[in-house]
């Protein structure tokens, strides 16, 4: 009860907020239209700011990045569906910087509620805090929200694009629209007669936008299917182009080498070595290091390595055991937030108590693609060419450096070799901007050594949780969690708009105070560590540790229960959430979960409900003669509605994959300063030889769609340190797990 007295509070405080928020930024401008973006050519039109039609056939705006997540084919499917349109006529573009292609669910996911508990009020609330992304121009692609964002608002604007282009189809043929059909980009009237799209688009597009019906489920070809991929022919023959294909007339080359004493300058540096060199054009100073500019990358490469450069000290302590520290201290500050407090977790509770402490270590995103990005400054126009998450933030930076207007920069989208947050970033693209600032009239494309891009990450931050639980006959009766971190969300959002968000950090604790288990007394708090290490967004965020950090006593509470773990669980959280119950069922079937294994094998259970969807997962592993393999995962999720199955068994099993790596082998430590890690060999990732087999199925029973991009890491981690467990009767607390047990990397 005390929890819900909380929420209703909250809830009004939110409501509240929402209403003098609404009044303060303008009700005109909350409600305006944005101006359509696109510019079409001769013989082209452009219905609404998604659909753009020529004789070529239809092109259709993703106005989210593809970096290998399957977004664009969805994005593009919804479009489809509604504007009818065959699959094989369309294309598919990133749009360019607009407001026309803002993320609201961005926006909507800030609640510092559960999602899985949101009252009917409390979504409305949410859904009418989707505009504020509109006002704040925030077009990125994060936090699993394209899908939730785009279905509804893609699928509108191929409905009315079809119904514009029926409209001019009947006034051209004298006869009322409602005797009108449409099949694979044609109108055709009911005397046969069938009228292209690209013969109407542009009177169209003369047209006003109407009021229009979305098409039943019932009717549905494209969407709830698994589409083909629209980008995987370019990229499994090679023709695909990712920011580091970028070509231009004229082009240099440069890379960078900055202070590897993370946000600190330089004292001095030499490069006279380097521009000895044939083919080095010029070595600028970029304040906290240098670039150099060359005839080719290579050349750049060692020209940067001759030069000869002291640094500044590190603004943080330079030993990695000191900055656990540091996190460690924070305990002992008063919390910035305790977004769950149900029932007294003070009050002495009869039963067995068990206490535990967790740690995880700094993380890199370590993409396949390095940092590269290539801009061409004319001196009254800049254009850039990069792989990013947030093109109107790439926009903005570029243009204060080249003192452009925004209006005066052209950002290009390609595809990305990975992002996982670290291309929601503008670094890449501003020191490109302001080394063709020194080379006006040159195209210069920047790329990043391995080297170079591990150590100067925006890192997913070390933390530490502390937990106490009761257990009496079976039963959980307390459990209580502290969680000690470095904001992600203050210092990114500081560092990308110039200003930290109010309220309570809700990323610090995401995957401990919003998971659905119906126990009494249960408290989770947040407790801020102040360290200038630079910290971003890293695939699932908070959950990415606290799903680690929660699950894992939940397993401890368990065993101390003298309870099965799945079946443990499965009673907790069907008190919740039936959804997330299903989950658990369904993973325990796909596996024939008996609680049993054979003496070489382990399996550990782990669920995270997370980005509004629910994930359970089984991790299986073998003893192989003295190596621990890690041999198989099954995975259920509940999206609510699968928009493409088989591209969400791929979410699935790519995010599982990504967070077993993290659990087995991944780490980020500092000495000295810098970072200790500088490629592969030394920051391990599973491999096509060692990844195991996963299995997934995909529920619909979830009343609200939820995302799918990141659910999919953070039980991962837990179900592999609960396997370990099972197999050896040894409880790791502490990440990677490599650390603690011979597993086969």
């Given at each position: 009860m005390g929890r819900a007295k909380t929420i209703a509070r909250r809830t009004f405080l939110v409501g509240s907020v929402a209403i003098a928020g609404g009044v303060a930024f303008g009700v005109y401008q909350a409600r305006k239209t944005p101006a359509n973006p696109l510019k079409p050519g001769p013989g082209a039109a452009t219905l609404n700011p998604f659909v753009l039609i020529n004789q070529d056939g239809v092109t259709i705006i993703a106005p989210r990045a593809e970096m290998g997540q399957g977004v664009q084919t969805t994005l593009a499917a919804l479009v489809a569906e509604e504007l009818d349109v065959a699959w094989q006529d369309i294309t598919v573009l990133h749009g360019p910087p607009a407001q026309a292609y803002y993320n609201g669910a961005l926006i909507s996911a800030a609640l510092p509620y559960p999602d899985y508990d949101l009252t009917g009020f409390q979504?409305?609330?949410?859904?009418?805090?989707?505009?504020?992304?509109?006002?704040?121009?925030?077009?990125?692609?994060?936090?699993?929200?394209?899908?939730?964002?785009?279905?509804?608002?893609?699928?509108?604007?191929?409905?009315?694009?079809?119904?514009a282009l029926k409209q001019a189809a009947a006034d051209r043929l004298?006869?009322?629209?409602?005797?009108?059909?449409?099949?694979?980009?044609?109108?055709?009237?009911?005397?046969?007669?069938?009228l292209t799209y690209h013969e109407l688009a542009e009177d169209a597009a003369l047209l006003d936008v109407p009021k229009v019906e979305l098409r039943p489920v019932s009717t549905w070809k494209y969407v709830g299917k698994s589409m083909p991929r629209l980008d995987m022919v370019g990229k499994v023959t090679g023709t695909a182009q990712f920011g580091i294909d970028t070509v231009a007339e004229g082009m240099v080359f440069a890379t960078l080498r900055m202070n590897p004493r993370l946000g600190a300058g330089m004292v001095r540096f030499d490069a006279s070595a380097a521009e000895r060199m044939a083919g080095v054009i010029k070595v600028i100073d970029l304040g906290g290091g240098i670039a150099v500019v060359a005839r080719n990358t290579w050349l750049a490469f060692q020209a940067a390595e001759a030069v000869k450069i002291d640094w500044q000290d590190a603004p943080y302590p330079p030993e990695n055991a000191a900055l656990m520290e540091a996190i460690a201290a924070a305990f002992e500050q008063k919390p910035d937030?305790?977004?769950?407090?149900?029932?007294?977790?003070?009050?002495?509770?009869?039963?067995?108590?068990?206490?535990?402490?967790?740690?995880?270590?700094?993380?890199?995103?370590?993409?396949?693609?390095?940092?590269?990005?290539?801009?061409?400054?004319?001196?009254?126009?800049?254009?850039?060419?990069?792989?990013?998450?947030?093109?109107?933030?790439?926009?903005?930076?570029?243009?204060?450096?080249?003192g452009l207007d925004q209006d005066q920069v052209t950002v290009h989208t390609p595809f990305m070799g990975g992002g996982f947050g670290r291309r929601g970033e503008s670094d890449f693209a501003t020191y490109a901007a302001q080394i063709a600032k020194e080379m006006p009239g040159t195209p210069v494309k920047v790329t990043w050594t391995r080297e170079e891009d591990m150590r100067h990450d925006?890192?997913?931050?070390?933390?530490?949780?502390?937990?106490?639980?009761?257990?009496?006959?079976?039963?959980?009766?307390?459990?209580?969690?502290?969680?000690?971190?470095?904001?992600?969300?203050?210092?990114?959002?500081?560092?990308?708009?110039?200003?930290?968000?109010?309220?309570?950090?809700?990323?610090?604790?995401?995957?401990?105070?919003?998971?659905?288990?119906?126990?009494?007394?249960?408290?989770?708090?947040?407790?801020?560590?102040?360290?200038?290490?630079?910290?971003?967004?890293?695939?699932?965020?908070?959950?990415?540790?606290?799903?680690?950090?929660?699950?894992?006593f939940i397993d401890e509470m368990a065993h101390a229960a003298g309870r099965d773990p799945l079946e443990f669980r499965l009673q907790l959280i069907a008190r919740e959430h039936g959804p997330s119950a299903g989950c658990l069922r369904a993973v325990a079937e796909m596996c024939e979960w008996t609680g049993q294994t054979a003496g070489n094998v382990g399996r550990g259970v782990g669920f995270t409900y997370s980005f509004g969807t629910p994930v359970a997962q089984v991790v299986e592993v073998v003893d192989e003669a003295g190596e621990i393999r890690i041999r198989k995962v099954w995975i259920a999720c509940d999206v609510g509605t699968a928009l493409d199955p088989r591209n969400i068994a791929a979410q699935m099993m790519g995010g599982a994959i990504f967070g077993l790596s993290a659990a087995a082998g991944e780490e980020i430590s500092f000495a000295g300063g810098e970072v200790q890690q500088w490629n592969y060999p030394d920051y391990d990732l599973l491999r096509m030889h060692n990844a195991p087999e996963v299995a997934v199925r995909v529920l619909e029973t979830n009343p609200h769609l939820g995302g799918v991009g990141e659910p999919g890491t953070p039980p991962a981690m837990p179900a592999l340190a609960n396997a370990l467990f099972d197999l050896t009767g040894m409880r790791a607390r502490s990440l990677p797990l490599s650390k603690s047990f011979p597993l086969k990397l």
């Open positions: 979504r409305g609330v949410a859904d009418n805090l989707a505009v504020m992304g509109k006002i704040l121009g925030l077009q990125v692609t994060g936090g699993s929200t394209s899908m939730r964002d785009g279905f509804e608002k893609q699928r509108r604007a191929g409905a009315s694009a079809r119904e004298g006869i009322n629209p409602g005797d009108l059909r449409t099949e694979n980009g044609r109108v055709i009237a009911p005397d046969g007669t069938a937030s305790t977004l769950r407090d149900d029932g007294d977790v003070d009050t002495v509770v009869d039963g067995t108590e068990i206490t535990a402490e967790y740690r995880a270590p700094w993380l890199t995103h370590a993409t396949m693609e390095p940092m590269n990005a290539t801009a061409h400054f004319t001196g009254d126009a800049l254009e850039i060419w990069a792989g990013n998450q947030a093109p109107i933030v790439v926009q903005q930076k570029t243009a204060k450096i080249c925006f890192y997913r931050p070390a933390a530490m949780a502390r937990f106490r639980g009761v257990v009496k006959d079976g039963e959980a009766l307390v459990l209580e969690g502290r969680i000690a971190a470095p904001s992600t969300t203050r210092q990114a959002a500081l560092r990308i708009s110039g200003m930290v968000p109010p309220g309570k950090d809700k990323g610090l604790v995401e995957g401990a105070f919003d998971q659905p288990y119906g126990i009494p007394n249960f408290r989770i708090s947040g407790h801020i560590a102040d360290l200038s290490v630079p910290i971003g967004y890293w695939r699932s965020v908070g959950y990415s540790y606290n799903g680690f950090f929660f699950d894992s």
